[in-house]
């Protein structure tokens, strides 16, 4: 492992925004009348807006226009946006903070790869716009994970070759995505659970035994 720069996913590593997505979704399936919990909020992580939606729609009980879709990812995005303009810097916990800041000081490139079309609101919100060398999202993406574009963009970014970045993820389509990216995948949270992953991680400080 020559490991010379970390991409981090945001939502479920960075910031907890999963309970806002769940809150939205949650939101705009009542009001379609399908069932929605949080298992199937758990298949969302990493997954596109759009895609997710198809995820939610597999519980109705008719088919929706392309039209339709669009107008109910809208909603869903003004109900999360809702909740992301009430965040703040203490939205990102010490711990956080701290290992990011340990992990600049250890000569690593830092960047984000997150699947959200929103990473550069959340990013300011929590003011952590300036931290990152760079920033790969769901703006300069065409496939979304378990396809690597998200990751390969960032490491482009940083002008490092995939095998010298580690990625770090809780989600399974995240370091489905990072493997054949040909990172190091590194799991947390709801992936720590999933065999592929080259590192799991406690807690998020405990990069900084491998790092
Ligand atoms: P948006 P990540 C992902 O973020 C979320 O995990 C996923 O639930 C969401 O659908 C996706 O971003 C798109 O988000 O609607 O804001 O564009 O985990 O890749 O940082
Ligand atoms: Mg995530």
Redesign the pocket.
């Known amino acids: 492992m020559n490991t010379k720069g970390i991409i981090f996913?945001?939502?479920?590593v960075i910031v907890f925004t999963?309970k806002f997505?769940y809150l939205a979704w949650k939101a705009v399936s009542d009001e379609l009348g399908i069932y929605f919990d949080e298992k199937i909020n758990n298949r969302?992580?990493?997954?596109?807006?759009m895609d997710?939606l198809e995820i939610i729609l597999e519980g109705g009980k008719r088919e929706y226009s392309e039209n339709e879709k669009i107008e109910i990812a809208e909603k869903k995005?003004e109900i999360?946006k809702g909740y992301l303009s009430k965040m703040t810097p203490s939205d990102v916990s010490d711990e956080v903070r701290k290992t990011l800041t340990e992990l600049k000081k250890r000569g690593y490139l830092l960047a984000i790869g997150?699947?959200?079309?929103?990473t550069k609101y959340i990013l300011e919100r929590v003011a952590l716009s300036d931290f990152f060398d760079a920033v790969s999202d769901?703006t300069n993406i065409k496939k979304s994970?378990p396809d690597p574009e998200v990751f390969l963009k960032a490491a482009e970014f940083i002008k490092l070759s995939p095998c010298e970045c580690a990625v770090i993820e809780d989600?399974f389509a995240?370091i489905d995505a990072a493997k054949s990216g040909g990172m190091t995948a590194v799991a947390i949270g709801d992936a720590a659970s999933y065999e592929k992953a080259d590192i799991v991680l406690g807690t998020f400080s405990d990069l900084l035994k491998h790092f």
């Open positions: 996913d945001l939502d479920g999963d997505h969302l992580r990493g997954v596109s807006r997710s995005n999360y997150s699947s959200s079309k929103n769901g994970k989600a995240g």
